[in-house]
């Protein structure tokens, strides 16, 4: 894959010296000095940057000779353009930007942000002045919107020009026709884009004025108080309600719940939808009222506002209480802005607000979007106006510069100024406005939407797709798939084999425990020497099930009754545990779905605290368990594990279960757990081993008196905790191996093949577990079976980060698998070399990605690679990429609409991408490249005529065609068979979504190109030389003449040049021809000032009109048709 990078060797002894001290130097600097030492070596001489990149990465130093230390890819030295080719390229706006950027910092200085003291309802003791909690996502104010809309419009060359041009008409000598057909193009494109932003813009604003008007209550001495969200102050005591969106970062004080904790949704802020934790402050959870708040002295140290959302650190002290009371705070006791509540109802104090907040801080501000076609018709717009400028010098000098010289090459410039069509920039923001509609109406893809309707023909543009996980490729819906025992598998078909095998051995245990009391102990004699005995499959599936439904962190709850009020969400002592109320709450969705099938097999969840389990058997018994330890899942050990005690039979059982990497050391030996989790994973399943152990209680006894003393251990905690944990992880009995599918979106196979056909290279970003990410990652297809799959691993320092990237180097044609926290690193030291093997790779998953993280990646891909990207998702967490990339699409999905609205497209479905890029996309940018040349065509023709006129009448800068003529020849003769060409296609939509490599061709850019241009450019002068020659070489008598003979063969040369352009025909088409040809003719008898209509009626008029109108055109046709015949292009290939 990378053969061709060439790796470089530390050249001495003292370069190593020299590169040892260099990064001592930089690392004592501070943390933000290595982005600048980046920064500057990149701009100096290469010899002095090949002793930089061989850099230590310890004290120590390393041998030269070990080939994992050869360093990696140098990054490249940007060229700096010098004097006045750097002005005149880029330096005028480098200079403009960076004064703006210094005017705008002056303006608004950035406060530094602080830690902070919040004590509890006071927020006039804080110390200093926060932001308004208010949301703003408007880019304009009142006084801003028209000098905004007006900069944006004319920072493009052609409306700066046709500015200027349109302003030079109000000097008298400069004055060449009427002020309309300057001003009325002008400012009917303006007045078009003003009424275009204003409507976002109010759309904007009502969507701010929306969330910014929600009430909340508000805890006060006096009681509860209303307040808008707007109005909420740091300090301030909120009181949210079930389903209600948090409105600002807050530490958790107080739930209605029993025991002390809450569920809180975080689609909106991490994009994913498993509910989250929550656990309240315990010195506020403990105070009898609500009222009891504000009769102690309480205060949150909270550190200063920061971007990670999954990380916080602060103390709640509360200082009247002897002695005084000292809490730390962490991640689990806080309720991010923008995440909503799911049980219960919370009372939190207010800690950040606005633009402080995380979910404010993770979003980036929209940018103003430009395409890539808009930027090449620009970068043609200048050429075009070097050549007229060329042109007007070459005619004054001709003159011999005679007379006020100055004044005619100005009169030139204006006479020309039709080289560049203001009517471009109309046809094409129309053309754009007809593909948005053409999108919305097309019935293949219904419900998309079109937000932004600028950059259409991005989507025909595309190299890179970054795309979300949840719920864009997957439906984030667990479904419980396959059960594994070791010599007996049961699959969705065989469930109710299950069903019997458990509502038998339930039923058996009722009957012997009915029949003999006392019979409960010898059993667990038995069970005890389990492995040496083989068990019947009934007992083993009983077990199994049972280690399934008591081995999680799922939590039953019960929601209220209609027209019931309570705050509580639990069910009361006398609650009968009825299935239609009961709903169940996780970390993961997958536990849900392992709960969820044990209740469809007849054991069923029905209670759970922190202290106690409950659980209903097919007859109806409630057996209860009680809890004695409970280990969660970490992404290190990559299992849980929970030590319940049977309180019928007394027995302590520790049941555990994990990833097989983690539990195939754990369990005893077994010969198909490792080949059967290949199976499941291949199926695309995400597994998960079972396991269990028998304790007595004397050795529960000691391991609960081990796990207490390290639990209190100040040093090395983590350690001694796991190692203790570890001394019961042997020789468990494995029970079974369960298969769990996360569902996907429909045809997502298929769209994600379509798009790696296209030549599109597919990231997924997503905020979840490496081993979910990796599991839909194979199961989408997005790495295909056959494709090795590197995965890269936790680092954490430069000199880790350096071996990894060599271990990657050396892989060939393999997916890349990447965790956020491994990126961050990389991308600090190696971001060059990073981002250059990465995007050789075929597919990259990057996960654990927080928003910033996924912008970041965006950004990066555009710097270092400049193609085009497209970010697709469905969450608010998924806003900054999309708004990062060239091209947004939303999903309107479960995580709400905050993707979609941000969106520069909204679709339904993920499928819908395929259509969505392979023929709208491919239509629009095909069609806006035609529309684009044949307009300036149109532009050229007419100034080479008066350019040959000019030359003919001695260098005089009079103009041929005046007044209406000129404004029509844009309008009504020639404006509908031209705008027609939006119509056109060279592919038929079917064809297109069955040969998706079609879309290869258009990533290069051919359709509009320098090549294109100049053939263009060619065909507009032999037309116009044709065309004027001809009218000055037939003409007999007066100048009236060559005026008509000349103008009629030009519209009906361009009428006849837009049907050799057509590829496919459209009713519409055929109409537009025949009604501009009506409108010219019609209009004649009407034009005496510029037509004697006496001798256009005559059959002389109609042959010269024809003979020249055949010698402009024929020889065009017969090139097209001996090149579709000799060389025809690929689409001709497949269409034939």
Same mark, same amino acid.
């Given at each position: 894959?990378?053969?061709?990078?060439?790796?470089? &060797?530390?050249?001495?002894?003292?370069?190593?010296?020299?590169?040892?001290?260099?990064?001592?130097?930089?690392?004592?600097?501070?943390?933000?000095?290595?982005?600048?030492?980046?920064?500057?070596?990149?701009?100096?001489?290469?010899?002095?940057?090949?002793?930089?990149?061989?850099?230590?990465?310890?004290?120590?130093?390393?041998?030269?000779?070990?080939?994992?230390?050869?360093?990696?890819?140098?990054?490249?030295?940007?060229?700096?353009?010098? @004097?006045?080719?750097?002005?005149?390229?880029?330096?005028?706006?480098?200079?403009?930007?960076?004064?703006?950027?210094?005017?705008?910092?002056?303006?608004?200085?950035?406060?530094?942000?602080?830690?902070?003291?919040?004590?509890?309802?006071?927020?006039?003791?804080?110390?200093?002045?926060?932001?308004?909690?208010?949301?703003?996502?408007?880019?304009?104010?009142?006084?801003?919107?028209?000098?905004?809309?007006?900069?944006?419009?004319?920072?493009?060359?052609?409306?700066?020009?046709?500015?200027?041009?349109?302003?030079?008409?109000?000097?008298?000598?400069?004055?060449?026709?009427?002020?309309? !057909?300057?001003?009325?193009?002008?400012?009917?494109?303006?007045?078009? !884009?003003?009424?275009?932003?204003?409507?976002?813009?109010?759309?904007?604003?009502?969507?701010?004025?929306?969330?910014?008007?929600?009430?909340?209550?508000?805890?006060?001495?006096?009681?509860?108080?209303?307040?808008?969200?707007?109005?909420?102050?740091?300090?301030?005591?909120?009181?949210?309600?079930?389903?209600?969106?948090?409105? +600002?970062?807050?530490?958790?004080?107080?739930?209605?719940?029993?025991?002390?904790?809450?569920?809180?949704?975080?689609?909106?802020?991490?994009?994913?939808?498993?509910?989250?934790?929550?656990?309240?402050?315990?010195?506020?959870?403990?105070?009898?009222?609500?009222?009891?708040?504000?009769?102690?002295?309480?205060?949150?140290?909270?550190?200063?506002?920061?971007?990670?959302?999954?990380?916080?650190?602060?103390?709640?002290?509360?200082?009247?209480?002897?002695?005084?009371?000292?809490?730390?705070?962490?991640?689990?006791?806080?309720?991010?802005?923008?995440?909503?509540?799911?049980? @219960?109802?919370?009372?939190?104090?207010? %800690?950040?607000? *606005?633009?402080?907040?995380? +979910?404010?801080?993770?979003?980036?501000?929209?940018?103003?979007?430009?395409?890539?076609?808009?930027?090449?018709?620009?970068?043609?717009?200048?050429?075009?106006?070097?050549?007229?400028?060329? $042109?007007?010098?070459?005619?004054?000098?001709?003159?011999?510069?005679? =007379?006020?010289?100055?004044?005619?090459?100005?009169?030139?410039?204006?006479?020309?100024?039709?080289?560049?069509?203001?009517?471009?920039?109309?046809?094409?923001?129309?053309?754009?406005?007809?593909?948005?509609?053409?999108?919305?109406?097309?019935?293949?893809?219904?419900?998309?939407?079109?937000?932004?309707?600028?950059?259409?023909?991005?989507?025909? #543009?595309?190299?890179?797709?970054?795309?979300?996980?949840?719920?864009?490729?997957?439906?984030?819906?667990?479904?419980?798939?396959?059960?594994?025992?070791?010599?007996?598998?049961?699959?969705?078909?065989?469930?109710?084999?299950?069903?019997?095998?458990?509502?038998?051995?339930?039923?058996?245990?009722?009957?012997?425990?009915?029949?003999?009391?006392?019979?409960?102990?010898?059993?667990?004699?038995?069970? +005890?020497?389990?492995?040496?005995?083989?068990?019947?499959?009934?007992?083993?599936?009983?077990?199994?099930?049972?280690?399934?439904?008591?081995?999680?962190?799922? /939590?039953?709850?019960?929601?209220?009754?209609?027209?019931?009020?309570?705050?509580?969400?639990?069910?009361?002592?006398?609650?009968?545990?009825?299935?239609?109320? &009961?709903?169940?709450?996780?970390?993961?969705?997958?536990?849900?779905? $392992?709960?969820?099938?044990?209740?469809?097999? @007849?054991?069923?969840?029905?209670?759970?605290?922190?202290?106690?389990?409950?659980?209903?058997?097919?007859?109806?018994?409630?057996?209860?368990?009680?809890?004695?330890?409970?280990?969660?899942?970490?992404?290190?050990?990559?299992?849980?594990?929970?030590?319940?005690?049977?309180?019928?039979?007394?027995?302590?059982?520790?049941?555990?279960?994990?990833?097989?990497?983690?539990?195939? !050391?754990?369990?005893?030996?077994?010969?198909?757990?490792?080949?059967?989790?290949?199976?499941?994973?291949?199926?695309?399943?995400? !597994?998960?081993?079972?396991?269990?152990?028998?304790?007595?209680?004397?050795?529960?006894?000691?391991?609960?008196?081990?796990?207490?003393?390290?639990?209190?251990?100040?040093?090395?905690?983590?350690?001694?905790?796991?190692?203790?944990?570890?001394?019961?992880?042997?020789?468990?009995?494995?029970?079974?191996?369960?298969?769990?599918?996360?569902?996907?979106?429909?045809?997502?196979?298929?769209?994600?093949?379509?798009?790696?056909?296209?030549?599109?290279?597919?990231?997924?970003?997503? *905020?979840?577990?490496?081993?979910?990410? /990796?599991?839909?990652?194979?199961?989408?297809?997005?790495?295909?079976?056959?494709?090795?799959?590197?995965?890269? #691993?936790?680092?954490?320092?430069?000199?880790?980060?350096?071996?990894?990237?060599?271990?990657?180097?050396?892989?060939?044609?393999?997916?890349?698998?990447?965790?956020?926290?491994?990126?961050?690193?990389?991308?600090?030291?190696?971001?060059?070399?990073?981002?250059?093997?990465?995007?050789?790779?075929?597919?990259?998953?990057?996960?654990?990605?927080?928003?910033?993280?996924?912008?970041?990646?965006?950004?990066?891909?555009?710097?270092?690679?400049?193609?085009?990207?497209?970010?697709?998702?469905?969450? *608010?967490?998924?806003?900054?990429?999309?708004?990062?990339?060239?091209?947004?699409?939303?999903?309107? *999905?479960?995580?709400?609409?905050?993707?979609?609205?941000?969106?520069?497209?909204?679709?339904?479905?993920?499928?819908?991408?395929?259509?969505?890029?392979?023929?709208?996309?491919?239509?629009?940018?095909?069609?806006?490249?035609?529309?684009?040349?044949?307009?300036?065509?149109?532009?050229? %023709?007419?100034?080479?005529?008066?350019?040959?006129?000019?030359?003919?009448?001695?260098?005089?800068?009079?103009?041929?065609?005046?007044?209406?003529?000129?404004?029509?020849?844009?309008?009504?003769?020639?404006?509908?068979?031209?705008?027609?060409?939006?119509?056109?296609?060279?592919?038929?939509?079917?064809?297109?979504?069955?040969?998706?490599?079609?879309?290869?061709?258009?990533?290069?850019?051919?359709?509009?190109?320098?090549?294109?241009?100049? %053939?263009?450019?060619?065909? +507009?002068?032999?037309?116009?030389? %044709?065309?004027?020659? =001809?009218?000055?070489?037939?003409?007999?008598?007066?100048?009236?003449?060559?005026?008509?003979?000349?103008?009629?063969?030009?519209?009906?040369?361009?009428?006849?040049?837009?049907?050799?352009?057509?590829?496919?025909?459209?009713?519409?088409?055929?109409?537009?021809?025949?009604?501009?040809?009506?409108?010219?003719?019609?209009?004649?008898?009407?034009?005496?000032?510029?037509?004697?209509?006496?001798?256009?009626?005559?059959?002389?008029?109609?042959?010269?009109?024809?003979?020249?109108?055949?010698?402009?055109?024929?020889?065009?046709?017969?090139?097209?048709?001996?090149?579709?015949?000799?060389?025809?292009?690929?689409?001709?290939?497949?269409?034939?």
């Amino acid at each position: 894959m990378v053969d061709q990078i060439p790796l470089y &060797r530390v050249r001495s002894v003292a370069a190593a010296a020299a590169n040892r001290k260099r990064a001592a130097y930089y690392s004592a600097a501070g943390p933000g000095s290595g982005a600048d030492w980046h920064s500057r070596y990149q701009l100096e001489d290469e010899s002095a940057h090949l002793d930089e990149m061989p850099l230590m990465m310890s004290e120590e130093g390393f041998e030269n000779e070990e080939s994992d230390y050869h360093t990696l890819p140098r990054a490249r030295i940007t060229q700096r353009k010098r @004097g006045l080719e750097w002005f005149v390229c880029d330096g005028w706006k480098f200079l403009c930007t960076s004064c703006c950027d210094w005017l705008i910092n002056i303006c608004q200085r950035k406060k530094e942000l602080k830690a902070r003291t919040v004590w509890l309802g006071c927020p006039e003791k804080c110390e200093e002045k926060h932001p308004k909690n208010s949301i703003k996502n408007q880019k304009y104010n009142v006084f801003t919107f028209i000098p905004g809309v007006l900069y944006e419009q004319f920072k493009f060359f052609l409306n700066l020009y046709f500015l200027i041009i349109s302003c030079s008409q109000f000097v008298p000598a400069l004055k060449i026709g009427y002020l309309y !057909t300057y001003w009325a193009p002008l400012g009917f494109v303006l007045a078009v !884009t003003m009424m275009r932003e204003a409507i976002d813009e109010f759309r904007r604003f009502q969507r701010d004025k929306e969330v910014n008007s929600q009430l909340y209550s508000k805890l006060t001495v006096r009681g509860k108080v209303q307040v808008k969200s707007s109005d909420i102050q740091v300090g301030d005591l909120i009181i949210v309600e079930k389903n209600q969106r948090i409105p +600002s970062d807050m530490v958790f004080l107080r739930t209605s719940e029993k025991a002390g904790s809450c569920f809180i949704r975080t689609d909106q802020l991490d994009g994913e939808t498993d509910w989250k934790l929550k656990v309240a402050v315990s010195c506020t959870q403990r105070l009898p009222a609500l009222g009891d708040l504000f009769s102690i002295s309480a205060y949150v140290y909270a550190q200063k506002p920061q971007l990670d959302i999954h990380s916080f650190e602060g103390t709640f002290t509360r200082e009247d209480s002897d002695p005084p009371i000292h809490e730390s705070l962490s991640i689990e006791n806080t309720l991010w802005a923008s995440t909503i509540v799911a049980s @219960g109802t919370v009372i939190g104090v207010v %800690i950040y607000t *606005g633009k402080e907040t995380r +979910s404010v801080m993770n979003t980036s501000s929209p940018k103003n979007k430009v395409g890539l076609l808009d930027l090449e018709l620009n970068r043609l717009t200048k050429a075009l106006f070097l050549a007229l400028v060329a $042109l007007s010098v070459v005619m004054v000098t001709l003159q011999g510069f005679v =007379g006020p010289w100055y004044r005619n090459l100005f009169r030139f410039l204006l006479l020309f100024s039709y080289i560049i069509p203001i009517s471009l920039r109309v046809n094409l923001d129309m053309g754009k406005a007809v593909y948005g509609w053409m999108m919305m109406k097309d019935e293949n893809i219904p419900g998309t939407v079109v937000r932004t309707s600028t950059i259409p023909e991005e989507l025909g #543009r595309l190299v890179y797709l970054l795309t979300d996980k949840t719920g864009t490729l997957t439906q984030n819906e667990m479904v419980f798939k396959r059960l594994h025992l070791g010599t007996v598998s049961y699959g969705a078909d065989t469930m109710d084999e299950i069903q019997s095998h458990i509502r038998d051995s339930y039923s058996q245990m009722h009957s012997q425990a009915g029949g003999n009391s006392a019979g409960s102990t010898p059993p667990r004699k038995a069970q +005890s020497s389990a492995p040496k005995v083989r068990k019947s499959v009934s007992s083993r599936i009983h077990e199994a099930v049972k280690a399934i439904v008591l081995c999680h962190n799922v /939590t039953p709850v019960y929601e209220s009754r209609a027209g019931v009020s309570g705050e509580t969400e639990f069910a009361e002592a006398d609650q009968d545990f009825s299935d239609e109320n &009961r709903t169940y709450q996780a970390s993961s969705p997958d536990e849900v779905a $392992l709960v969820q099938w044990t209740e469809s097999v @007849g054991l069923t969840l029905v209670s759970r605290d922190l202290t106690s389990m409950q659980l209903k058997t097919p007859g109806g018994q409630v057996l209860s368990f009680c809890i004695l330890q409970l280990f969660p899942f970490t992404s290190e050990s990559k299992r849980m594990g929970i030590i319940v005690r049977d309180e019928s039979t007394a027995e302590i059982t520790f049941y555990m279960k994990g990833a097989d990497v983690a539990m195939s !050391t754990i369990v005893q030996y077994n010969d198909w757990l490792e080949e059967e989790c290949g199976n499941m994973a291949r199926e695309g399943l995400r !597994t998960l081993v079972v396991a269990k152990k028998s304790l007595t209680e004397e050795q529960y006894q000691d391991f609960e008196s081990r796990y207490t003393q390290a639990k209190l251990s100040m040093h090395d905690r983590t350690l001694k905790v796991a190692a203790v944990i570890e001394s019961l992880e042997r020789e468990m009995e494995l029970l079974c191996l369960t298969g769990v599918e996360d569902q996907l979106q429909a045809d997502v196979r298929p769209t994600l093949e379509m798009l790696r056909n296209a030549g599109i290279k597919v990231w997924m970003l997503t *905020g979840d577990k490496l081993e979910t990410a /990796t599991c839909v990652a194979q199961s989408s297809r997005l790495v295909p079976r056959t494709q090795d799959t590197h995965i890269f #691993r936790r680092v954490t320092s430069r000199g880790e980060a350096h071996l990894e990237l060599n271990a990657f180097r050396r892989k060939h044609d393999c997916a890349l698998v990447i965790s956020g926290e491994s990126l961050e690193v990389c991308l600090k030291y190696y971001e060059h070399e990073f981002m250059e093997l990465a995007c050789q790779c075929p597919a990259v998953v990057c996960c654990r990605c927080s928003p910033t993280q996924k912008a970041c990646i965006v950004t990066l891909l555009q710097q270092h690679t400049g193609r085009r990207t497209c970010a697709i998702g469905d969450g *608010g967490n998924d806003v900054s990429m999309i708004q990062a990339a060239d091209c947004g699409i939303g999903i309107e *999905g479960k995580e709400g609409r905050q993707a979609s609205l941000a969106a520069d497209f909204s679709v339904t479905q993920f499928r819908h991408i395929g259509r969505l890029l392979m023929v709208h996309g491919r239509n629009s940018y095909k069609r806006s490249a035609a529309l684009g040349q044949f307009v300036m065509h149109r532009g050229l %023709i007419i100034s080479t005529m008066q350019a040959v006129f000019s030359s003919v009448f001695y260098f005089a800068s009079v103009p041929l065609y005046q007044g209406f003529l000129m404004v029509g020849y844009a309008t009504i003769y020639t404006m509908f068979p031209v705008f027609s060409l939006v119509l056109d296609q060279d592919v038929k939509p079917e064809m297109a979504m069955l040969y998706p490599e079609l879309y290869k061709d258009l990533t290069k850019g051919r359709s509009l190109s320098f090549k294109t241009f100049l %053939i263009w450019v060619l065909i +507009s002068i032999y037309q116009g030389g %044709i065309l004027m020659y =001809g009218a000055l070489v037939l003409f007999e008598s007066e100048f009236v003449h060559v005026v008509a003979i000349s103008f009629t063969a030009l519209v009906l040369t361009e009428l006849l040049m837009v049907a050799l352009t057509i590829r496919t025909w459209h009713w519409l088409m055929v109409v537009a021809e025949f009604l501009s040809l009506g409108c010219y003719v019609s209009s004649l008898a009407f034009l005496n000032e510029y037509f004697d209509f006496t001798f256009i009626t005559t059959v002389t008029f109609l042959w010269k009109v024809s003979a020249i109108t055949v010698v402009s055109c024929l020889p065009l046709y017969v090139l097209k048709y001996l090149r579709r015949k000799l060389s025809p292009p690929s689409y001709c290939k497949l269409t034939s």
